[in-house]
């Protein structure tokens, strides 16, 4: 069962890992340019950001890895 539950916390904690590195990977770089130019007044410029889904998987068993690895460490 402890194993079982490990893997179910490490893929929830993949996805939730994958979710965050592609909100900080595209929403960041679009977004801070346009904040910034509103707080400094001047004209906001275009902005682009791209994601590979190379970096995508490694944050995903980043994620697995570490959430598996705490539970099982949290039920023994």
């Known amino acids: 069962m402890t194993y079982l ?5 490490g893929i929830v904690a993949a996805v939730a890992a994958s979710v ?3 909100l900080i990977g595209l929403v960041l770089p ?3 340019p346009f904040l910034i ?9 275009g902005a ?3 994601v590979g ?13 570490v959430g ?4 099982f460490r949290r039920g023994r």
């Not at 130019?37 to 410029?45: A, L, P, Q, V």
């Not at 598996?68 to 539970?71: A, D, F, I, M, V």
């Open 20 to 22: 965050i590195w592609i």
């Open 68 to 71: 598996c690895s705490w539970q």
């Open 30 to 32: 679009i977004a801070a």
């Open 48 to 50: 682009g950001a791209v």
């Open 5 to 9: 539950k490990s893997a179910v916390v």
């Open 37 to 45: 130019s509103r707080m400094i007044g001047t004209d906001g410029g």
């Open 53 to 65: 889904s190379g970096s995508i998987v490694v944050a995903g068993l980043v994620g697995f890895i």
